[in-house]
């Protein structure tokens, strides 16, 4: 560990923050073409920087200013203040136009230039859902600085769980280490949502969750199209329904109340444990929520196999179900964990990867299953791997509403009340891939390689990872790795 930390001090120490910034006539407009050959310096790593200076522990402020004295501050975008999306159509047009000119230097500034964003998972999600709508031939690298409560996406591409420092000594050691980090493939997964009503869901819907005005699928069926909600959207992570969802948004609901008492990571954290107690997610009997309904009191799943739905076999004490893309949930557990018993193989479950076009399903019965993640070999209910899922919520249910999560963005979502109303319905699919920037031996691209750890500090009981002893490998049990790595058509494209 202290010589990692020297080599990423030496790094910072040695980083020439020119080698980040853009040049200046890309924001002026300068027509003169510029050459390598002229002498005109190329930046090794051009960067633009989000910030979402609401996201977490109210952090963001503080790393903003701080950009502002080593960058340049037209590379720097408060999200509270400007969307993206503009920000990316403005500066890529520009750089494109340039290039169209004969501008060899702002060509070679696109091909290099990097994104970071830093926020909670679901600022990473909005970006990540903002380039999946640019359909660019040539996707750019995103990079994630913590800032958030679980930072789970950040975790999973080796940019750690907690804020590394908003100082400048800190931030040059998270540039330099941008400049290191390598491009990573992951799978991006559309979501299509249809509701009955008029009505919005109630709360900010996540970033990447937008609502559609017109279908013409629901003029081929000849449903009425004045009481039908279609929503499209994307996740990157996971998407959960049910009661760990239902902790997040009461959490999501303080925070956006009461602000002022949300300044603190660590005691975010703590927040968010003692939630998951007065909610009943330790003590189902102890609360009536909607939540605490099972997820079969809820709906019906279904898998696509072999191009057939086939409805989900679900236990009735499953009351949290997770659809994962990572390996890491709720502040960097791995539900899933690494299916190697004789069970498991005979279901055909796999080692899943962030690009084997897989979603894992995993089921919670409550808080104290989901602390079996702290140990080794532990794991959720395994339930199935699919490329293609749909949920259907039955019109006529006893509950009025449930919860749901993407990325860690979490919603109350209503359900059909009349038995004569049309279902609800959720179907997921996978839709190509995005690029992450991931540090060399992150847990995303080297999962075998780690095991969970429980460990007490001075902040209490904690959770991380190690790397596992090296076993003698056995060469009589071969794997077909192009198998796993199977290709899938992807679903309709993002729409804002």
């Known amino acids: 560990m202290k010589k990692h930390l020297d080599k990423r001090r030496q790094n910072s120490e040695s980083l020439d923050l020119e080698d980040l910034k853009i040049p200046e006539f890309v924001w002026t407009g300068d027509g003169r073409g510029h050459s390598a050959s002229d002498g005109f310096r190329i930046p090794k790593c051009p960067v633009?920087?989000?910030?979402?200076?609401?996201?977490?522990?109210?952090?963001?402020?503080?790393?903003?200013?701080?950009?502002?004295?080593?960058?340049?501050?037209?590379?720097?975008?408060?999200l509270s203040e400007e969307a993206p999306d503009r920000v990316l159509d403005r500066i890529l047009k520009r750089l494109k136009d340039l290039t169209e000119a004969g501008d060899e230097v702002a060509g070679e500034i696109r091909e290099r230039l990097r994104l970071v964003v830093a926020g909670g998972d679901g600022t990473a999600g909005w970006l990540l859902g903002i380039m999946g709508d640019l359909r660019l031939e040539k996707p750019i690298p995103i990079a994630t600085i913590p800032l958030g409560t679980g930072n789970n996406l950040p975790f999973s591409f080796g940019w750690g769980k907690k804020n590394p420092g908003t100082d400048a000594e800190s931030?040059?050691?998270?540039?330099?280490?941008?400049?290191?980090?390598?491009?990573?493939?992951?799978?991006?997964?559309?979501?299509a949502m249809k509701m009955e009503g008029t009505t919005d869901l109630g709360l900010e819907a996540?970033?990447?969750?937008?609502?559609?005005?017109?279908?013409?699928?629901?003029?081929?069926?000849?449903?009425?199209?004045?009481?039908?909600?279609?929503?499209?959207?994307?996740?990157?992570?996971?998407?959960?329904?049910?009661?760990d969802a239902q902790v997040s948004y009461e959490f999501h609901e303080q925070r956006q109340k009461h602000p002022e008492k949300f300044s603190n990571q660590m005691r975010n954290q703590c927040t968010y444990a003692k939630l998951g107690c007065t909610q009943g997610w330790f003590c189902p009997s102890c609360r009536r929520h909607a939540s605490s309904k099972n997820i079969n009191d809820l709906a019906t799943v279904y898998v696509l196999d072999k191009g057939?739905?086939?409805?989900?076999?679900?236990?009735?004490s499953i009351r949290a179900l997770v659809l994962l893309n990572l390996p890491s949930f709720s502040g960097g557990l791995d539900p899933w964990g690494n299916p190697n018993d004789k069970l498991s193989h005979e279901r055909?479950?796999?080692?899943?990867?962030?690009?084997?076009?897989?979603?894992?399903?995993?089921?919670?019965?409550?808080?104290?299953?989901?602390?079996?993640?702290?140990?080794?070999?532990?794991?959720g209910t395994r339930l199935a791997q699919a490329n293609r899922v749909k949920i259907v919520f039955q019109a006529g249910s006893t509950s009025s509403h449930t919860y749901m999560r993407m990325d860690?963005?979490?919603?109350?979502?209503?359900?059909p009340e009349s038995h004569h109303g049309n279902p609800t319905e959720i179907e997921i699919s996978h839709h190509g891939q995005a690029v992450m920037l991931a540090k060399e031996g992150c847990i995303a691209e080297a999962k075998d390689e780690y095991q969970h750890v429980i460990s007490f500090t001075r902040h209490g009981m904690e959770h991380g990872l190690?790397?596992?002893?090296?076993?003698?490998?056995?060469?009589?049990?071969?794997?077909?790795?192009?198998?796993t790595k199977r290709k899938f058509g992807a679903a309709s494209t993002f729409r804002a």
């Open 48 to 78: 633009l920087v989000f910030i979402n200076t609401k996201s977490g522990g109210q952090l963001g402020k503080v790393l903003l200013q701080t950009c502002k004295m080593l960058l340049d501050s037209r590379q720097l975008f408060d």
């Open 171 to 191: 931030v040059k050691r998270f540039l330099a280490d941008v400049m290191d980090a390598h491009p990573l493939q992951v799978d991006s997964w559309h979501l």
């Open 206 to 243: 996540p970033h990447s969750l937008h609502v559609f005005k017109k279908s013409e699928e629901s003029r081929v069926r000849k449903t009425n199209f004045e009481k039908l909600q279609i929503y499209r959207g994307g996740f990157w992570n996971y998407f959960s329904i049910g009661m």
């Open 308 to 316: 057939k739905w086939t409805e989900l076999k679900i236990s009735s």
């Open 348 to 379: 055909g479950l796999t080692v899943p990867r962030v690009d084997d076009g897989l979603l894992e399903i995993v089921g919670f019965r409550d808080a104290w299953h989901g602390l079996f993640l702290l140990f080794p070999h532990g794991h």
């Open 408 to 415: 860690g963005e979490p919603w109350k979502q209503p359900l």
């Open 466 to 483: 190690r790397h596992k002893p090296v076993a003698p490998q056995d060469d009589s049990s071969g794997s077909d790795d192009d198998e």
